[in-house]
């Protein structure tokens, strides 16, 4: 299924909180982006921003001069009065005025994604993140960067790596302890991805039809990691977390990190290596980390539709 990013929504927001943010600190300068969006519409776009940029040349300090003024014209052309050509000048121009903020290579991206040009939003992506995190500006290390990096996993399928899960899965489980076989178990997964939450949901079954827990996965972007929420209906503890770490082994393995916190304090990590046999059958084998560092055995599980 195809993911949509809701640009309109997520713009606006971004426009409120920087709003709020910046015009109580300026009330008593004008804004250079209603200038240029005037003389947009009384002569074009060309005129506009050359008025721009006379009135830069001449240190017209009763305007605000930020990356903001420009931008937020760009997306008015953009969403609001459809001038996709006049959008994309503002934008281009944004980034020659700050080459070294992360904002107009970020809605220079937003461009190139309402003209349908993903390859090219990519890098515009990159290089908003890449400036971001070197940044000194809180706006840039918290909201931008975040933006950014949200959009580019969409566009990557990131949030959707665990698609190969969907489905209707039959358990045959193992325990082990200290390396030594422990009680079989059969049991259902019923895997589904929630495109208004962007999680996969994985609901547990025992071999008697009974819920035996919820787990939610989200990716997340900025730490290019999956938070787990886990929920036992049979084991009142609230909804347990832990985040995993994920990398292919090959074309059909995977491994990923599984870090949380046990109520006492103690860490535990456990490392899962998923193999997939084909498109309806999977082993899943779970280790846990000793003492001595090694990785024991303690779970494994083969699955077939």
């Known amino acids: 299924m195809k993911s949509k990013i809701n640009l309109p929504w997520y713009l606006s927001l971004i426009f409120i909180v920087f709003f ?19 003389e947009y519409q009384k002569n074009g776009i060309d005129k506009a921003l050359a008025k721009y940029q006379k009135l830069k040349t001449n240190k017209a300090d009763q305007y605000t001069w930020t990356e903001w003024e420009l931008n937020r014209i760009g997306y008015r052309l953009m969403l609001d009065d459809k001038d ?3 959008a994309q000048k503002v934008f281009k121009f944004n980034i020659e005025e700050y080459p070294n903020a992360a904002n107009p290579y970020d809605s220079y991206a937003d461009y190139l994604l309402e003209k349908g040009n993903k390859d090219e939003a990519k890098e515009y992506f990159k290089k908003s993140i890449a400036i971001a995190e070197k940044s000194e500006k809180e706006d ?16 990557e399928k990131k949030d959707r790596t665990f698609d ?7 358990i045959d489980s193992q325990g082990f302890n200290e390396g030594k076989e422990g009680p079989q178990m059969k049991g259902k997964d019923k895997v589904t991805y ?17 819920s ?3 787990r939610v996965i989200a990716y997340d972007a900025i730490d290019d990691e999956y938070d787990v929420a886990y929920i036992n209906p049979n084991n009142l503890q609230g909804i347990q977390v832990s985040s995993m770490k994920m990398k292919k082994l090959g074309d059909k393995k995977y491994e990923f990190m599984d870090h949380f916190t046990e109520r006492t304090g103690e860490e535990v990590v456990l490392k899962h290596e ?32």
Do not use: C, P
Not at 140 to 155: D, F, V, W
Not at 164 to 170: A, C, K, M, P, T
């Open 20 to 38: 709020i943010s910046t015009n109580a600190q300026e009330t008593d300068k004008a804004s250079i982006g209603d200038v240029v969006y005037e």
């Open 84 to 86: 996709m050509d006049a």
């Open 140 to 155: 840039e290390q918290t909201r931008i960067m975040a933006g950014s990096k949200s959009k580019l996993a969409k566009l």
């Open 164 to 170: 190969f899960l969907v489905g209707d899965w039959n």
């Open 194 to 210: 929630d495109e208004n939450a962007n999680a996969f949901i994985i609901h547990h079954f025992g071999e008697d039809g009974n």
């Open 212 to 214: 035996e827990g919820i």
């Open 274 to 305: 998923i193999e997939r046999i084909s498109d309806n059958q999977m082993k899943w084998v779970i280790f846990e980390k000793t003492d001595n560092d090694d990785w024991q055995k303690v779970y494994a599980m083969n699955m077939s539709k």
